[in-house]
């Protein structure tokens, strides 16, 4: 089975540590890390990366002190290994300029403003990771049962009946 990652970054650990606690029905068969900064982000990644894992999907802060989560997604988009990865930008302080920016520039995928629900930010995850696992997995059943099953069966039938003509 493939090794997957999500990885969340927000310079607030309890902000961090209440969306880790909001996805962890996740894990398995997702690997779920956080990340305080966007260097320590960078190299959870790299070390993923170099366990021969992929990043699934990232869900940043956009307002930290070394680098913006925008600039981070944007530079995600254009790396050969992490352009696939599903994006969500969570804030409550981006504005219209620099959501323009994310969703033109940085592959977002979604923008989800603070304060978020708990049960509204697992469902936009696993539709992002739904959408994941049938694009880029050869086999996405191991993850049916955590995220969107019936999408999955779907897929994996459809499949079947092309490689069948």
């Avoid at 068969?29 to 990043?55: C, H, N, Y």
């Avoid at 995220?147 to 499949?159: A, C, K």
Wanted: aromatic share 6%; with cysteine; glycine share 6%.
């Amino acid at each position: 089975m493939e090794q997957l990652l999500i990885l969340c970054v927000d310079d607030e650990r309890e902000v961090l540590d209440s969306v880790l606690h909001d996805i962890a029905p996740l894990s398995p068969p997702f690997t779920i890390d956080g990340a305080e900064s966007v260097a320590e982000a960078r190299q959870v990644i790299k070390d993923f990366e170099a366990q021969g894992g992929k990043l699934a999907l990232i869900l940043a802060d956009h307002i930290m002190p070394d680098e913006l989560g925008i600039d981070f997604l944007i530079d995600l988009n254009h790396a050969s290994t992490s352009e696939s990865a599903k994006k969500i930008l969570l804030t409550g302080q981006a504005g219209l300029h620099d959501t323009i920016e994310a969703i033109n520039r940085g592959g977002l995928n979604y923008y989800l403003a603070k304060p978020w629900s708990e049960e509204q930010l697992l469902s936009i995850i696993k539709e992002k990771l739904t959408d994941f696992v049938i694009e880029y997995c050869d086999n996405p059943m191991p993850f049916a049962q955590v995220l969107d099953g019936e999408r999955i069966f779907s897929h994996v039938n459809q499949h079947r009946l092309d490689l069948g003509n």
